[in-house]
């Protein structure tokens, strides 16, 4: 993929409609030294096949079973719609990411064709 295709994936994943049960979703670019912020960079970990997509779902908290499984199901949706977006193989999950606000969720990576 080429910078405009990623930065626009990015974007669009960013700005994805989001469900009442998730507070926030981030997608950045990665690579193995963390965070990209120049394109330079970017286009060094495509070159180099190190580029990877950090994908953090954070979902309000809650004590609720019930609440748990309409986030989980939640995430379920968006990552579903993720991996219908052209350039997009696959959404694995990828330890967790934890937010000040919202707490410990799944943190994942989309996988790029």
Not at 42 to 49: K, R, T
Request: with cysteine; hydrophobic share 40%; aromatic share 6%.
């Amino acid at each position: 993929m080429k910078i405009q295709e990623i930065n626009t994936l990015i974007d669009t994943i960013n700005n994805l409609e989001k469900p009442e049960e998730i507070a926030q979703i981030l997608c950045v670019p990665n690579n193995e030294d963390g965070s990209i912020h120049a394109e330079t960079t970017l286009q060094d970990a495509i070159d180099d096949g190190t580029l990877w997509i950090s994908l953090d779902i954070y979902a309000y908290r809650t004590f609720s079973a019930a609440d748990e499984l309409k986030r989980g199901n939640a995430r379920d949706n968006i990552i579903s719609q993720i991996e219908k977006m052209p350039g997009v193989a696959e959404v694995v999950q990828d330890g967790t990411a934890d937010h000040v606000d919202y707490g410990n969720n799944p943190a994942f990576r989309v996988i790029l064709k």
